[in-house]
């Protein structure tokens, strides 16, 4: 069969019968094929084509998607591994039972973490819309895109701050003699002094060479009361953070086109670092008895709940899930692309990864216990202590330490770039998508976000700006994000239909999702998410830094960031609810059911108002 363009007006046509078509509206395509010519008449089909809306966005314009295929799944992988994988992971691990550890934790990567992950790809992909705009599937829970959005905008105030710390301490270390080595620096205090001058573990913490050097060097954080007492923002930090800020805004603001290039750098960097540190801290005294604790069983600990408690929360947050950013990536897939393979892979990744660098931080742990004769827990620590006191501590005392303390940060940069560029973009994507005048001005809408996020972000380099972001830190991405990826589970499995929504993935991928997955789509997630929420909510404890506690204005000012982003989805509801026009029984029809679906409505068929529907899995 030939396919050839063909003047119509000039040949005579046995046209097929039309198939039928949706009730979608908007230009059709008309193919001409070639069949066959008798006795001069030239025979053809004639098959009218629509347009496949999936692959535009609801401006009619044609959506950005990925250079290539690996361009996303590096994004992905590069958002989802960031520095958590590192500071936070192995040190539970530790603490958890060592290798006993892994069972919880792959317990909940399997019954929440991978189905949440996949629903979030299949969400954005076949919607092909940031957070905000797929709720067109259920438009009275739009208010959850919002909050997602607000969320991934608090993190980036705080985030691109240990970027510029991290940036710092590059710039510190190419010197001869690294600055945190010994205390006769002008920032030191009278208390500084080398470990094997001290006798307790407190001590240690409070006045080693390094830990004085992020303190006093870095933070300044000596000449600070307390939040209430911030100062002016830090010139040194100010320009490490504008330099951030500036790769930030180069890395996304002509879209995945540009993002999508950076990533193969940042995502791939760290595990090139973290071998080449591993094979050098494997070679380390005292190397072989960090990575035994690191891996120990200890099946007793399974026993205690808050074991549980951490795996499910470390799961929560290692993967991603629930700031927009799965869902802003995805959507600029094509429109078959096979999303299930993805999230497989890609959320594997990122638990291979925590593991992976639990031996290269143990390794270095088991160095310094050894090579300052206290026990391992009195050096093992995770969270900013790790990366900027402990880790920098130890690589000081290696032969060519400049060199390893730069190879070191700059993992730790590419670590929290990449991540860092995935928040920036679900803000960037969610709303552009949601307000359209803004797919003509990225660039510029671009350069607003990045600047509006180094302004706030100012009061975190100031004299107490670690106090703000300990505040920040506790309050922006907790218990709020929690709520958010529970409200979006259940709009999903529940108003929408988890069996609607399978059959939007088989429309994709060809083939529609087991018994398994769609059972944790509809009861295990919520319930696991459920749970956490009202555990998060029960063992909530006030911030802390050190010894300082905080003022409750400060907790006050905390909650209502927290309960900012929350109350999106109560808001937006009832504004959705007051607008919609009718009785109140039609105004709610409109909004649980699918914006494509209201002519249905108003025939009287809605689906969420059947039995079926809220029984079918």
Same mark, same amino acid.
């Given at each position: ?414 670590? $929290?770039?990449?991540? *860092? #560029?995935?928040? %920036?973009?679900? /803000?960037?994507?969610?709303? @552009?998508?949601?307000?359209?005048? =803004? ?118 000012? $905390?909650?209502?960031? *927290? #309960?900012?982003? %929350?109350?999106? /989805?109560?808001?937006?509801? @009832?504004?959705?609810?007051?607008? =919609? ?37």
């Amino acid at each position: 069969m030939l396919t050839e363009k063909v003047p119509v007006g000039v040949m005579s046509s046995v046209v097929a019968p039309e198939k039928p078509t949706s009730n979608t509206m908007g230009p059709k395509e008309v193919e001409l094929i070639l069949v066959k010519e008798q006795n001069g008449v030239q025979f053809t089909s004639t098959t009218l084509v629509a347009p496949n809306q999936n692959q535009t966005n609801p401006s009619g314009e044609e959506r950005e998607t990925w250079g290539k295929k690996i361009d996303f799944l590096l994004s992905v992988i590069g958002f989802a591994v960031d520095l958590a994988n590192v500071w936070r992971f192995p040190y539970l691990c530790y603490k958890n039972g060592g290798g006993a550890f892994l069972v919880p934790y792959l317990f909940f990567m399997v019954i929440a973490g991978m189905p949440l992950f996949y629903m979030e790809l299949a969400l954005g992909q076949y919607n092909r819309e940031g957070a905000a705009g797929v709720w067109k599937i259920c438009p009275i829970f739009k208010g959850v895109g919002f909050t997602v959005i607000l969320i991934s905008l608090y993190v980036g105030f705080y985030y691109n701050v240990i970027i510029s710390w991290a940036l710092f301490y590059l710039f510190s270390s190419f010197t001869s003699e690294l600055p945190w080595v010994h205390c006769n620096n002008t920032w030191n205090s009278p208390n500084c002094s080398d470990w094997a001058d001290n006798s307790s573990a407190s001590d240690i913490y409070k006045a080693t060479p390094a830990h004085e050097y992020f303190e006093r060097a870095v933070l300044h954080i000596q000449d600070s009361n307390g939040i209430d007492d911030l100062g002016r923002p830090r010139w040194q930090l100010t320009s490490c953070l504008g330099v951030v800020i500036v790769l930030l805004y180069f890395s996304l603001w002509k879209g995945v086109k540009t993002s999508g290039k950076v990533v193969w750098i940042t995502a791939t960097m760290p595990y090139v670092v973290l071998t080449v540190l591993l094979v050098r801290g494997v070679t380390l005294p005292g190397a072989s008895d960090g990575i035994k604790a690191y891996l120990s069983v200890d099946f007793l600990k399974l026993c205690d709940a808050k074991v549980w408690i951490e795996a499910a929360t470390q799961i929560c947050f290692s993967l991603g899930v629930g700031f927009g950013v799965l869902i802003a990536f995805s959507s600029y897939n094509k429109f078959g692309n096979d999303c299930y393979r993805d999230a497989i892979i890609t959320s594997s990744i990122n638990s291979l990864t925590s593991f992976f660098s639990g031996f290269v931080v143990f390794s270095f742990l088991g160095y310094m216990s050894y090579k300052h004769n206290v026990a391992l827990d009195k050096v093992a620590r995770d969270g900013a202590g790790l990366v900027f006191v402990i880790y920098p501590e130890a690589i000081a005392t290696l032969p060519g330490s400049s060199v390893w303390a730069v190879i070191f940060f700059i993992m730790l940069l590419t670590l $929290g770039i990449d991540s *860092a #560029m995935g928040g %920036m973009e679900s /803000v960037i994507t969610g709303l @552009i998508d949601e307000f359209k005048f =803004l797919h003509k001005h990225r660039e510029l809408f671009t350069l607003f976000i990045v600047v509006a996020t180094f302004l706030i972000s100012l009061f975190c380099v100031t004299n107490g700006g670690m106090y703000v972001f300990t505040l920040l830190d506790h309050f922006a991405a907790g218990t709020s994000i929690l709520f958010g990826v529970l409200i979006e589970a259940i709009g999903i499995a529940w108003f929408y239909g988890v069996d609607r929504f399978s059959d939007d993935i088989e429309e994709m991928i060809g083939k529609r999702p087991g018994m398994y997955w769609r059972l944790c789509w509809k009861f295990v997630s919520p319930c696991f998410l459920l749970f956490m929420v009202v555990v998060s909510f029960a063992t909530f404890n006030p911030p802390n830094y050190g010894p300082y506690m905080f003022p409750p204005w400060a907790n006050m000012v $905390g909650w209502c960031l *927290a #309960m900012s982003s %929350m109350a999106m /989805v109560p808001l937006y509801a @009832i504004y959705k609810l007051c607008t =919609l026009p009718g009785k109140f029984c039609d105004r709610l029809a409109y909004a649980i059911t699918p914006e494509t679906e209201h002519h249905l409505v108003d025939n009287g068929e809605v689906r969420q108002f059947t039995l079926q529907h809220w029984l079918v899995v």
